[in-house]
């Protein structure tokens, strides 16, 4: 694996190639995606060449045990083979017609025409602040593309119709162009590199070190390459936007998306649900309000937000350039957005605005309700934790898991800065305690505290599940500063947890009779909740419980759990179905699920080493 630093050089040279020579840049390009599938398939036909040399050996020698050596090779030809197709889904989203809002349409075809751009098969409209075009081969690799527009309602109702105009001519420079035909392509090869190493890694053999030691070596390449292009597509569909409006109209809009989107981001979504702390239910209409909001940001805010907008840099985790970069190559300023009286959605949507309002108000309500909820039970929760222990310490010291109970309250309900000197206080106390460290190590990277970082890195090294949220935290801090050198440390970690996350997932979907089965070890107490879930089931009449030995993720306990169906309450037909509804309902993730009726020999198996059911009607 690359380093950042060396990875950022590399597409510093490919950019510097495709402005000097851009015809030998495609050409590379084209030829790196050619030498990836022409390896895949190379080994494909090997492996297959050496099936056939096989099966010629067991005809000659009339000796069946080779047939087994065969199924290697052909087992390796069928995963590279299943790895090389990859579907892309089509968008999500709300088909608009053109009976429904044929203003829209007429100012889409109208856009269309003057960037000479082929026509789209489907308008989809979604809840984001975001507007794409994408064409999906309806064939796989033989093409036939489906276009789709697909157009975010608070766009619409954030921008005056001249943006959301440059923003659609924007979106259609990429599609006059191919590059969404091209975005697609590499798309696919990334995910079939992807597909295929996740795949391999999990046979754990010599096939995928045949692998992975040519696409370490070629994937930074093709990805550089294919990255440079990605951005240059934007710069020249910001041309086209300008082509079709005016640098000054493609300016304006690229200012009002960058600046909105910050203000997003920054302040409104923590504003809109910090309401839950008081409030039990969601707002009535809040897809409304937050159209609204995007709409009617305060001055000060967008100010803030267009300084924040203006001050990112371009990096490497985004194909689009940064908004100062993008103002720049079209040669204009950035403006503070202006205040204005009609909005796109206004104009070109009429009386289906309001109809398509409310179909995403009542979307959001169903979706936001259970977490608005939970988040207003747990806030009360901790206002009452606060007001009890911060009587509690006026008369007795508090113990360590009271007091760092007593941060975790006042951080929820005050802040991070308030709940520091009671975690300082803490890790005092106690040194090594992970969560604490892990906590104030947050706390001060939020305040852009270098020091944060060693808090983290302990904790970290202290409890086996800080590792992967403490690496992912450290990544980012450091990346948003341009520390690459750090970064790797941290990637390196991330990569290692999810290898260690996939093979522990696999390894607890099967049982195999050398598996060492031990007694489950939960206190009555620890046990309530299997006991609910079982319970809440209805059609279970027994259930054995047992711990098992595991090789990946050793503090997550691995359990297989033995249930006995009522055969009057549920028919055969319909165990399938009550499993996996309680492998969504037992509290461990790493839980294996058996019928006594599946898997007889496993299950008395299990019931020996139980002994007596955690769960009974009879």
């Given at each position: 694996?690359?380093?950042?630093?060396?990875?950022?050089?590399?597409?510093?040279?490919?950019?510097?190639?495709?402005?000097?020579?851009?015809?030998?840049?495609?050409?590379?390009?084209?030829?790196?995606?050619?030498?990836?599938?022409?390896?895949?398939?190379?080994?494909?036909?090997?492996?297959?060449?050496?099936?056939?040399?096989?099966?010629?050996?067991?005809?000659?020698?009339?000796?069946?045990?080779?047939?087994?050596?065969?199924?290697?090779?052909?087992?390796?030809?069928?995963?590279?083979?299943?790895?090389?197709?990859?579907?892309?889904?089509?968008?999500?989203?709300?088909?608009?017609?053109?009976?429904?809002?044929?203003?829209?349409?007429?100012?889409?075809?109208?856009?269309?025409?003057?960037?000479?751009?082929?026509?789209?098969?489907?308008?989809?409209?979604?809840?984001?602040?975001?507007?794409?075009?994408?064409?999906?081969?309806?064939?796989?690799?033989?093409?036939?593309?489906?276009?789709?527009?697909?157009?975010?309602?608070?766009?619409?109702?954030?921008?005056?119709?001249?943006?959301?105009?440059?923003?659609?001519?924007?979106?259609?420079?990429?599609?006059?162009?191919?590059?969404?035909?091209?975005?697609?392509?590499?798309?696919?090869?990334?995910?079939?590199?992807?597909?295929?190493?996740?795949?391999?890694?999990?046979?754990?053999?010599?096939?995928?070190?045949?692998?992975?030691?040519?696409?370490?070596?070629?994937?930074?390449?093709?990805?550089?390459?294919?990255?440079?292009?990605?951005?240059?597509?934007?710069?020249?569909?910001?041309?086209?936007?300008?082509?079709?409006?005016?640098?000054?109209?493609?300016?304006?809009?690229?200012?009002?998306?960058?600046?909105?989107?910050?203000?997003?981001?920054?302040?409104?979504?923590?504003?809109?649900?910090?309401?839950?702390?008081?409030?039990?239910?969601?707002?009535?209409?809040?897809?409304?309000?937050?159209?609204?909001?995007?709409?009617?940001?305060?001055?000060?805010?967008?100010?803030?937000?267009?300084?924040?907008?203006?001050?990112?840099?371009?990096g490497l985790e985004d194909t689009h350039p940064c908004l100062a970069d993008r103002l720049e190559a079209l040669g204009v300023q950035p403006r503070p957005?202006?205040?204005?009286?009609?909005?796109?959605?206004?104009?070109?949507?009429?009386?289906?605005?309001?109809?398509?309002?409310?179909?995403?108000?009542?979307?959001?309500?169903?979706?936001?309700?259970?977490?608005?909820?939970?988040?207003?039970?747990?806030?009360?929760?901790?206002?009452?934790?606060?007001?009890?222990?911060?009587?509690?310490?006026?008369?007795?010291?508090?113990?360590?898991?009271?007091?760092?109970?007593?941060?975790?309250?006042?951080?929820?309900?005050?802040?991070?800065?308030?709940?520091?000197?009671?975690?300082?206080?803490?890790?005092?106390?106690?040194?090594?305690?992970?969560?604490?460290?892990?906590?104030?190590?947050?706390?001060?990277?939020?305040?852009?505290?270098?020091?944060?970082?060693?808090?983290?890195?302990?904790?970290?090294?202290?409890?086996?599940?800080?590792?992967?949220?403490?690496?992912?935290?450290?990544?980012?801090?450091?990346?948003?500063?341009?520390?690459?050198?750090?970064?790797?440390?941290?990637?390196?970690?991330?990569?290692?947890?999810?290898?260690?996350?996939?093979?522990?997932?696999?390894?607890?979907?099967?049982?195999?009779?050398?598996?060492?089965?031990?007694?489950?070890?939960?206190?009555?107490?620890?046990?309530?909740?299997?006991?609910?879930?079982?319970?809440?089931?209805?059609?279970?009449?027994?259930?054995?419980?047992?711990?098992?030995?595991?090789?990946?993720?050793?503090?997550?306990?691995?359990?297989?759990?033995?249930?006995?169906?009522?055969?009057?309450?549920?028919?055969?037909?319909?165990?399938?179905?009550?499993?996996?509804?309680?492998?969504?309902?037992?509290?461990?993730?790493?839980?294996?699920?058996?019928?006594?009726?599946?898997?007889?020999?496993?299950?008395?198996?299990?019931?020996?080493?139980?002994?007596?059911?955690?769960?009974?009607?009879?």
């Open positions: 694996m690359r380093s950042l630093e060396t990875y950022r050089d590399l597409i510093v040279r490919v950019e510097e190639l495709a402005r000097r020579n851009p015809f030998r840049y495609r050409a590379t390009l084209a030829a790196l995606a050619a030498l990836g599938f022409a390896y895949v398939i190379g080994i494909v036909l090997l492996a297959l060449g050496g099936v056939a040399v096989l099966l010629g050996l067991v005809v000659l020698s009339h000796q069946l045990v080779l047939l087994k050596l065969a199924l290697i090779p052909l087992a390796l030809s069928a995963l590279l083979m299943k790895s090389l197709r990859v579907r892309i889904p089509p968008p999500d989203g709300r088909r608009l017609t053109r009976e429904e809002a044929p203003s829209l349409f007429a100012e889409i075809e109208c856009v269309r025409k003057a960037v000479k751009a082929k026509s789209v098969h489907e308008v989809i409209l979604t809840p984001d602040f975001n507007a794409a075009v994408t064409q999906i081969p309806r064939l796989g690799f033989l093409g036939w593309q489906k276009r789709y527009l697909i157009l975010g309602l608070p766009l619409l109702a954030a921008l005056p119709p001249y943006q959301f105009r440059a923003v659609l001519a924007h979106e259609f420079g990429h599609l006059a162009a191919n590059h969404a035909r091209f975005s697609n392509w590499v798309y696919r090869v990334r995910k079939t590199w992807e597909r295929m190493l996740q795949s391999l890694e999990l046979t754990n053999g010599s096939a995928l070190r045949l692998f992975t030691w040519f696409f370490e070596k070629y994937a930074p390449y093709f990805n550089a390459y294919s990255f440079v292009l990605a951005r240059a597509n934007e710069y020249e569909a910001d041309r086209e936007s300008a082509r079709v409006t005016s640098r000054e109209d493609a300016g304006d809009a690229l200012v009002a998306v960058y600046a909105k989107g910050e203000y997003l981001e920054s302040d409104f979504w923590k504003t809109f649900y910090r309401r839950a702390d008081n409030q039990p239910q969601p707002p009535t209409q809040p897809f409304v309000e937050f159209v609204s909001g995007l709409r009617s940001i305060p001055q000060q805010a967008s100010e803030t937000a267009l300084t924040a907008a203006l001050a990112r840099q371009t957005p202006a205040c204005f009286q009609i909005t796109a959605a206004h104009a070109l949507l009429g009386n289906m605005r309001a109809q398509l309002l409310a179909e995403f108000d009542r979307a959001w309500r169903d979706s936001i309700a259970r977490p608005w909820t939970e988040r207003h039970a747990f806030m009360q929760s901790m206002k009452e934790k606060l007001t009890l222990y911060a009587a509690a310490a006026r008369t007795r010291e508090l113990t360590e898991d009271e007091q760092w109970d007593f941060a975790s309250a006042i951080e929820g309900v005050k802040g991070g800065k308030a709940a520091k000197p009671i975690l300082d206080v803490l890790l005092r106390r106690a040194p090594d305690h992970a969560p604490a460290l892990y906590a104030r190590g947050r706390i001060l990277l939020e305040e852009n505290d270098e020091r944060g970082a060693a808090d983290i890195e302990r904790a970290m090294a202290l409890d086996e599940e800080a590792r992967e949220p403490g690496a992912q935290l450290l990544y980012s801090y450091f990346y948003s500063r341009n520390d690459f050198s750090r970064c790797d440390r941290y990637r390196n970690t991330l990569e290692e947890t999810r290898r260690e996350r996939e093979q522990a997932a696999e390894e607890r979907l099967q049982l195999e009779q050398k598996d060492v089965l031990e007694s489950h070890g939960l206190s009555a107490q620890q046990l309530q909740p299997w006991l609910e879930a079982l319970a809440v089931e209805g059609s279970v009449k027994r259930a054995w419980l047992v711990r098992r030995h595991v090789k990946h993720l050793l503090k997550s306990p691995a359990y297989v759990l033995i249930v006995q169906f009522s055969l009057l309450s549920l028919p055969t037909f319909g165990r399938g179905r009550a499993m996996a509804r309680l492998s969504e309902a037992v509290p461990a993730w790493c839980c294996l699920i058996r019928s006594t009726w599946d898997q007889r020999n496993t299950a008395r198996r299990v019931k020996k080493i139980a002994g007596t059911p955690i769960y009974s009607t009879i």
